[in-house]
């Protein structure tokens, strides 16, 4: 019995952790280029965990993922200000998932049988990618709460995982990832190229749509399950007409114009939705084995 719990209880603890590291990833990564009070350039690593009201370093028996914010009763041992709720149920959500996907993966659901080895090769792999694949989802949707477009770089490495994921035909062939990543760049670079004449833009501003979170979560979907979503540029292609629409069609009265905000708010809600329709595409194909949605 013993045998059997171990390795799950192992998966939900590495899961805690994992969901703390996705916290510093869906707090840091916007501010990496923002100067510290110190000075000096933010990173995942630097400076040490300190409470983001009053800036005091946190000692480690309080950066315990889940322990330590029930110990503390969801306020920081500091200043007693309100620690996010957010952060607490990352780290749970993580290690749910990861024992979740651990269970599904290690056992037999039909002869119930106990978990396989995790040295077992014919379970390891897939719950690498498994794994791999839902703890960028969950900081991704993490980072869609608060920073719909600070996305770029963990839908970059996710469009690498699928790719990498492939190489041994995991849930397509390679051949047919890379033939459809590729064709959903030339489809942004069509697109951008059409905007840009129908608005009267530069080539700069072009360019600058190989930026878009949106196109690179659709690669990045497309590089994990290519044909199964092929419909997916559809989606790409219409969320970016509507962002166009609302950034460029100018209002015509004067009070309108002064309320800037307003489109600024809907250009990240369309940008966060799509890239919170894809994120549940791919948990949900990769439940399926990478096999088309049962309504397509």
């Known amino acids: 019995m013993l045998a059997a719990i171990l390795p799950i209880a192992l998966l939900f603890v590495l899961g805690c952790c994992v969901g703390s590291f996705i916290n510093v990833v869906a707090y840091r990564l916007p501010l990496v280029d923002?100067?510290?009070?110190?000075g000096g350039d933010w990173n995942l690593a630097w400076p040490p965990s300190q409470c983001p009201q009053c800036q005091t370093p946190i000692p480690p028996w309080h950066n315990i993922p889940m322990l330590s914010y029930l110990m503390l009763g969801g306020r920081s041992a500091c200043c007693q200000q309100p620690i996010g709720r957010h952060y607490f149920?990352?780290?749970?959500?993580?290690?749910?998932?990861?024992?979740?996907?651990?269970l599904v993966l290690m056992t037999d659901p039909w002869q119930q049988t106990q978990p396989a080895l995790l040295l077992n090769a014919s379970s390891l792999i897939p719950l690498i990618w498994g794994l791999a694949l839902h703890w960028c989802l969950l900081t991704?949707?993490?980072m869609l709460l608060r920073h719909p477009q600070h996305t770029l770089v963990v839908w970059q490495c996710l469009?690498?995982?699928?790719l990498l994921s492939n190489l041994s035909g995991a849930f397509r062939a390679l051949a047919e990832a890379v033939v459809a990543v590729a064709l959903c760049y030339a489809l942004g670079f069509v697109l951008a190229a059409l905007v840009n004449r129908f608005l009267h833009k530069g080539p700069s501003d072009r360019l600058a749509f190989f930026a878009d979170p949106?196109?690179?979560?659709?690669?990045a979907a497309l590089a994990w399950f290519g044909s199964a979503i092929g419909w997916l540029p559809i989606v790409y292609v219409a969320a970016t007409l509507a962002t166009v629409a609302t950034k460029h069609v100018a209002?015509?009265?004067?009070?309108?114009?002064?309320?800037?905000?307003?489109?600024l708010g809907v250009r990240r809600n369309i940008s966060g939705v799509s890239q919170g329709i894809v994120i549940a595409l791919l948990s949900a194909l990769w439940w399926l084995n990478g096999e088309p949605l049962p309504l397509w």
């Open 34 to 38: 923002a100067p510290t009070s110190s």
């Open 89 to 102: 149920v990352v780290e749970g959500l993580c290690a749910v998932m990861t024992a979740l996907i651990g």
């Open 140 to 142: 991704l949707a993490a």
């Open 159 to 162: 469009l690498w995982l699928g």
């Open 214 to 219: 949106l196109l690179q979560a659709t690669a």
């Open 251 to 263: 209002p015509q009265s004067r009070a309108i114009k002064k309320s800037s905000a307003l489109p």
